[in-house]
């Protein structure tokens, strides 16, 4: 079993900079493809962004030139770059490993997915 745990949310106002990463417990190929999804309250969790080992990435259009993910392999972390953050960013992020990222970059891949407790961001003045 592979544990995601994320860190860095909090409350920022609009405009503002936050990072998040997320660090998995070992080793594992569901790692192949990892990425993170938020969900607001009364809404579905959506993508926001998923990175593959080869340095693959998609974001949603949403996000697009405000975050940048990235990640290091060496140490099975990835992270979020959030930049210009607007009111509607505000959500649970989860980090994810496994189908489900996978699916985002059209990569068929058998596993679990993994995801992490979750972590709060807040964008508000």
């Known amino acids: 079993q592979v544990q995601l745990v994320e860190s860095g949310g909090g409350s920022v106002q609009p405009g503002g900079s936050l990072t998040l990463s997320c660090a998995a417990s070992r080793s594992d190929s569901g790692l192949y493809v990892m990425g993170w999804y938020r969900q607001a309250p009364g809404k579905q969790r959506e993508l926001v962004a998923v990175?593959?080992?080869?340095?693959?990435?998609k974001q949603a259009d949403s996000v697009k030139g405000r975050f940048t993910i990235s990640r290091v392999n060496a140490k099975n972390t990835i992270a979020l770059q959030m930049s210009g953050l607007k009111p509607e960013d505000t959500a649970v992020y989860y980090c994810n490993a496994g189908p489900s990222a996978a699916r985002a970059l059209e990569i068929s891949m058998g596993g679990p997915d993994y995801w992490g407790q979750g972590t709060q961001v807040t964008v508000s003045s």
């Open positions: 990175i593959s080992a080869a340095g693959i990435t």
